[in-house]
């Protein structure tokens, strides 16, 4: 999977995307590029942005560099369609079951704001012309798309076969819990523990240490629904 993204701050990048499992894979199983938008600038100063149509506070990205910029991105990917996705607290919720969507693509495109946002005209174009998705990482604003890029990054690479040491391990996480029978459920994950068995008046939940698999998996199961229940009753449908 080659990664693009598409920033004022390329120097951002890898950034903690350098470490532990996906820096061990990093061009190797996943590689990644950026595009610098400073360098579409279409003036001596450099400046990527100006003042809003009909006022307000903060600066808009022009569109003509962003879309240079982008059209440069996509040079990257002569032989295939990249998944486009644009940084937007205006965007679709992202959750798990886009992060495995976007993990099928050879190649993501991440284009990241800043300021007050990029001119509606480009996003417009984008979104008409070559499919681009926009994505949002919560109900919050925050500086950039930059940090939210290494959310989705981070959160697809987990499905990129062969990054997890374990294939199953990102199967059976939050928002993917192995029922009793063997199916998948969209609930929290239960308690995990490890040794010592007693530690500071806390004591492992004895059936963890039955060895009786069957009553494990029970307990489990009731524990993830339970923590749902309480912390995200709409997983449940509630
Ligand atoms: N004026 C915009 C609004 O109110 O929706 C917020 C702009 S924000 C200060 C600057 C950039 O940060 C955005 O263009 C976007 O790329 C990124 N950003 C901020 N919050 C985000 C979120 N929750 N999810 C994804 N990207 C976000």
Known sequence: MLITIVTLFPEMFPGMLAYS???KQLGNLWDLKTVNIREFSDNKWQKVDDTPYGGGAGMVIKPNIIHEALTDALKNYPNNEPAIINMTP???LFNNATARNLAEYDGLIILCGRYEGIDQRVIDHWIQHHNMQEISIGDYVLF???VAAM???ESCLRFVPGIMHNEDSPEDE???IKDINGSRVDLLE???YTKPVSWSGYDVPS???SGNHAEIAKWRIE???QITRSVRPDLLGH
């Open 151 to 153: 959310v989705i990054i």
């Open 207 to 209: 059936v963890l240490l």
């Open 190 to 192: 239960y308690p995990q």
């Open 174 to 176: 939050s928002f993917c």
């Open 21 to 23: 499992l996906p820096g």
């Open 90 to 92: 205006r965007g679709r």
């Open 144 to 146: 950039g798309g930059e």
């Open 223 to 225: 524990q993830a629904k």
